[in-house]
């Protein structure tokens, strides 16, 4: 049977996850583009404050891309451009032009195309048991440059060529030394940790988070900031959220974040 990704939205919380579970969530052509779908229409929802991707189950968050159909799906040249240009590359993009933060839940395998995705969130919390890895040297093909975007900007050419040259498989805490992972914790630990991290993420001024996103992304490029940027840099003193926050501050008590 084929894969599909699986949606809900509570609370301003959107979850994604990837399910395919007689091959350990590898993501299909069609979960590919379900994934590219649901992350363009959340990208445009302003009630969205923070979104998490997840395997579905506990076994893996995704172990690859589905090899089974790689014989149909890139048997010529132009059907592998299609395939991971305008189904895995456009999903990634998505995911990297989330405007909110994003949020990968990590239990299991997390290998090759499950990689690639968990690289393109914000915060990566992975169980002490999950793996993490890339080899496909061993299947005979490389990986397209347009996927390697994410992890290249997350552990830099050395990480990333060590994970492609050898086709080794991580664990955890070699994963977090590397700079792949943001926290490791305990298996039985990882969803409840993903929910508190979520929650401090939503209890925040939303218009804040997404300028955080923003400017991070913006200073990446390296060119040096205009003037007119500079001044954007301030917008928020014209935000309710701003005053509610200074007022919450000066009375002690906890600010009530609209998003305006």
Same mark, same amino acid.
């Given at each position: ?43 445009? @929802?302003?009630?969205?404050? +923070?979104? %998490?991707?997840?395997? =579905? ?6 172990? $690859? &891309?589905?090899? #089974? ?23 990634? @993009?998505?995911?990297?032009? +989330?405007? %909110?933060?994003?949020? =990968? ?6 290998? $090759? &195309?499950?990689? #690639? ?144």
């Amino acid at each position: 049977m084929p894969g599909e990704i699986l949606f809900s939205q509570d609370a301003g919380i959107a979850t994604l996850s990837l399910s395919n579970p007689d091959k350990l969530n590898a993501v299909d052509a069609g979960m590919w583009r379900g994934l590219q779908a649901r992350m363009t229409v959340i990208n445009a @929802d302003p009630d969205v404050r +923070c979104v %998490v991707l997840r395997g =579905a189950g506990d076994k893996a968050f995704a172990a $690859g &891309g589905d090899i #089974e159909e790689f014989l149909t799906v890139r048997a010529t040249v132009d059907d592998a451009l299609h395939y991971h240009e305008g189904l895995v590359a456009a999903a990634l @993009d998505a995911i990297r032009a +989330c405007p %909110v933060p994003t949020v =990968a839940l990590i239990q299991g395998a997390c290998v $090759g &195309g499950g990689l #690639e995705i968990a690289g393109c969130c914000d915060l990566r919390i992975a169980g002490e048991s999950s793996r993490f890895g890339a080899p496909i040297n061993k299947l005979g093909f490389s990986m397209y440059p347009g996927e390697m975007a994410g992890l290249l900007g997350l552990v830099g050419p050395a990480v990333l060529l060590e994970i492609l040259l050898e086709g080794r498989i991580l664990g955890a805490r070699e994963a977090l030394a590397k700079g792949l992972l943001t926290r490791v914790v305990d298996d039985e630990e990882v969803e409840r940790e993903t929910l508190a991290t979520v929650g401090r993420i939503v209890k925040g001024a939303p218009l804040v988070a997404r300028w955080h996103k923003q400017w991070v992304h913006r200073l990446m490029d390296g060119r040096p900031l205009s003037a007119d940027e500079k001044r954007a840099a301030f917008d928020f003193l014209a935000t309710d959220d701003y005053r509610e926050g200074l007022d919450a501050f000066l009375g002690k008590r906890s600010p009530v974040f609209k998003g305006r």
